[in-house]
């Protein structure tokens, strides 16, 4: 699955389950979310293609495994700091990520490519096209799985908008309070 497809699948599943307990989304929570939805690629994908520090682009982030240890550090931060709205939205992110990489070879039957799900204690699926990230984008296509992935961007970016768009005051007060700092104090 590509960027906007994690993105988009992360953001209707937490919109979907925050609104079945009475709640709406909101912004640090969106963030984290967003952030979560990208976390295993912002890992495995450097160290994996660019720096050849793990075998592949879906092996450490990607394993249950390490899930299972990142959401008790989140956990336990989120606790601690009483943001567990934060916390519960990057496991929702991260965890749609790891499984919806799996989605396409599922539905396919190829079971065999699931085995980046416990990466170390299984091998690590033998990849298709070239492990960089050029390859995987010269074979991007418009095919019914790029069309699924853009109905999903198209179906968040609508329930983002009535949600309020949640998140964009945090980023935009965010950027106006780091160019302030940057145009320093002010002459006069």
Not at 79 to 85: A, E, I, P, W
Not at 88 to 96: D, E, I, P, R
Request: aromatic share 12%; hydrophobic share 45%; charged share 15%.
């Amino acid at each position: 699955m590509w960027p906007w497809g994690h993105a988009a699948l992360g953001y209707l599943c937490y919109t979907f389950g925050i609104r079945a307990q009475g709640e709406a989304p909101n912004g640090l929570p969106v963030i984290a979310l967003a952030i979560g939805t990208q976390f295993p690629d912002l890992v495995d994908k450097p160290l994996g293609w660019t720096l050849g520090v793990l075998p592949g682009g879906r092996s450490l982030a990607h394993s249950l495994l390490t899930l299972a240890v990142v959401a008790a550090v989140v956990g336990y931060a989120a606790r601690r700091y009483r943001r567990s709205d934060v916390g519960v939205a990057f496991l929702v992110g991260y965890l749609t990520h790891v499984l919806s990489d799996g989605l396409y070879s599922a539905i396919e039957g190829a079971y065999g490519n699931l085995t980046y799900l416990l990466w170390p204690m299984l091998p690590m699926p033998e990849p298709e096209i070239a492990q960089t990230f050029w390859a995987h984008f010269a074979q991007a296509s418009l095919d019914s799985y790029m069309a699924l992935e853009l109905g999903l961007v198209a179906l968040s970016v609508i329930g983002w908008w009535v949600d309020g768009r949640p998140g964009l005051s945090v980023l935009r007060s965010t950027g106006e309070r780091w160019l302030s700092r940057l145009a320093g104090p002010e002459d006069g």
